[in-house]
């Protein structure tokens, strides 16, 4: 049988371009390669999927060609997405612009998408994996170890490197450079940076508010604010991985990387706060002094790194040490030295370049009938939906541009 698409992945952006192309009256296989289609959504949002996000700019995306997304995103973007599953039955629901099932179960979402596969007669194969595709003439061979099959079109929507035990092992980049496409150099993105500084050990499990900045051979280059997460080995938390990009870009060209927190970027008036606390707490010590406004293990950690002893009195706080810790407190220093890998990124930055594709389409330059969806290109999104968004936008575009045979 030939069919008039195959698709490489069964994650969220080859589900919906099943979906769409079979709501178009198109033959679909779907070849997966792990034992069911959309396990790396199960793992999103802690659970409960945040499927998009109804807040977009032009910092949502990066990538060789950040502004890449946007036509196609005007396209289908969060209310179609938003549409597109309430027209298999299942609602959602806004939280402060951040969209989940209503159910808040990311399973929710794989279900539905599964169970529409199914309803439209999508042919699904799992613990599939694609080895090779050919294009003969006007069909493309795909091969699966010792199983082959045809179709009209492709996609390739086999995801990045992220998370491999979830699915995304890189193997659609190898099979987009075997037919001639050109793959960026691909890294961890949203993933906590490490730090070797040994005051980590003691802020471990520390959770604090904090504004912070990336600087790159002292130029700053990102800044994000929300809740850091203190661990052993670095920093943690949405606000970090935000900005991870950056940092490990420049780490990956050897560069000097630092973080600069503000420890409590919504007390402007540090100086004053910190004259009536020393006055109303003069028989504290300096810890003491400190913990009436910053955590316990930071209010430690900041004294330890300006050598002033814990258990000071606060009343014998000098000038210049008081100036220090403010300084401190608002330029808390954390020098970059590495990043987590690819099994704690939650999505991978490079892939399949852009320039290659068509924009609006997603077929090949190279190759009619080829077409790419998901993070399998070079664009990834900030935290917030917007991966997710993406896979559902590509998907949508690609599984649009299928026509079925007998039309």
């Known amino acids: 049988m030939k069919y008039d698409v195959i698709i490489a992945g069964g994650g969220a952006s080859g589900m919906t371009a099943a979906i769409t192309a079979a709501r178009r009256g198109c033959s679909v296989l779907v070849l997966e390669r792990m034992d069911r289609p959309g396990k790396k959504?199960?793992?999103?949002?802690?659970?409960?999927?945040?499927?998009?996000?109804?807040?977009?700019?032009?910092?949502?995306?990066?990538?060789?060609?950040?502004?890449?997304?946007?036509?196609m995103l005007e396209v289908f973007g969060a209310a179609e997405t938003l549409d597109f599953f309430q027209s298999m039955g299942m609602l959602t629901t806004d939280l402060g612009g951040y969209y989940y099932p209503a159910s808040m179960q990311a399973s929710t979402v794989v279900d539905t998408l599964t169970g529409k596969m199914r309803q439209l007669g999508v042919h699904i194969k799992t613990g599939t994996e694609v080895k090779k595709i050919q294009k003969i003439k006007d069909t493309f061979h795909v091969t699966c170890g010792t199983e082959k099959y045809q179709g009209r079109n492709v996609i390739l929507a086999a995801g990045g490197m992220a998370q491999e035990k979830l699915?995304?092992?890189?193997s659609g980049y190898a099979l987009a450079k075997a037919v001639g496409h050109t793959v960026t150099d691909v890294f961890p993105a949203l993933v906590a940076l490490e730090s070797e500084e040994k005051f980590f050990q003691h802020l471990a499990g520390v959770r604090n508010v904090s504004a912070?900045?990336?600087?790159?051979?002292?130029?700053?280059?990102?800044?994000?604010?929300?809740?850091?997460?203190?661990?052993?080995?670095?920093?943690?938390g949405i606000p970090v991985f935000q900005v991870s990009r950056y940092a490990i870009d420049a780490l990956r060209k050897k560069k000097k990387v630092e973080v600069i927190?503000?420890?409590?970027?919504?007390?402007?008036?540090?100086?004053?706060?910190?004259?009536?606390?020393?006055?109303?707490?003069?028989?504290?010590?300096?810890?003491?002094?400190?913990?009436?406004?910053?955590?316990?293990?930071?209010?430690?950690t900041?004294?330890?790194?300006?050598?002033?002893r814990p258990e000071k009195s606060a009343a014998d706080l000098t000038q210049k040490e008081l100036r220090?810790?403010?300084?401190?407190?608002?330029?808390?220093?954390?020098?970059?030295?590495?990043?987590?890998?690819?099994?704690?990124?939650?999505?991978?930055?490079?892939?399949?370049?852009?320039?290659?594709?068509?924009e609006g389409t997603l077929e090949s330059k190279i190759h009619r009938g080829l077409y790419f969806a998901g993070?399998?290109?070079d664009v990834d999104g900030t935290?917030?939906?917007?991966?997710?968004?993406?896979?559902?936008?590509?998907g949508y575009i690609a599984g649009n541009q299928i026509e079925a045979e007998n039309q």
Do not use: H
Request: aromatic share 14%; glycine share 10%.
């Open 41 to 71: 959504i199960l793992a999103t949002g802690n659970g409960r999927c945040n499927l998009t996000n109804s807040y977009l700019d032009q910092d949502c995306y990066r990538g060789e060609k950040p502004g890449f997304p946007y036509s």
């Open 212 to 236: 912070l900045s990336v600087y790159v051979n002292g130029q700053k280059t990102a800044e994000q604010t929300g809740e850091v997460q203190f661990a052993k080995y670095g920093i943690s």
């Open 324 to 358: 220090q810790i403010r300084s401190m407190i608002q330029k808390f220093p954390v020098p970059v030295s590495g990043y987590k890998g690819f099994d704690m990124a939650q999505v991978t930055a490079g892939g399949v370049s852009v320039r290659e594709v068509i």
């Open 261 to 300: 927190l503000n420890l409590m970027p919504e007390q402007f008036t540090l100086k004053e706060l910190m004259d009536y606390f020393r006055k109303v707490g003069y028989y504290k010590t300096a810890e003491e002094f400190l913990q009436g406004f910053l955590n316990k293990k930071l209010a430690f």
């Open 383 to 394: 935290c917030g939906g917007y991966n997710l968004q993406w896979a559902f936008t590509s």
């Open 302 to 308: 900041v004294l330890s790194r300006l050598k002033i």
């Open 167 to 170: 699915g995304s092992n890189g």
């Open 375 to 377: 993070e399998l290109l």
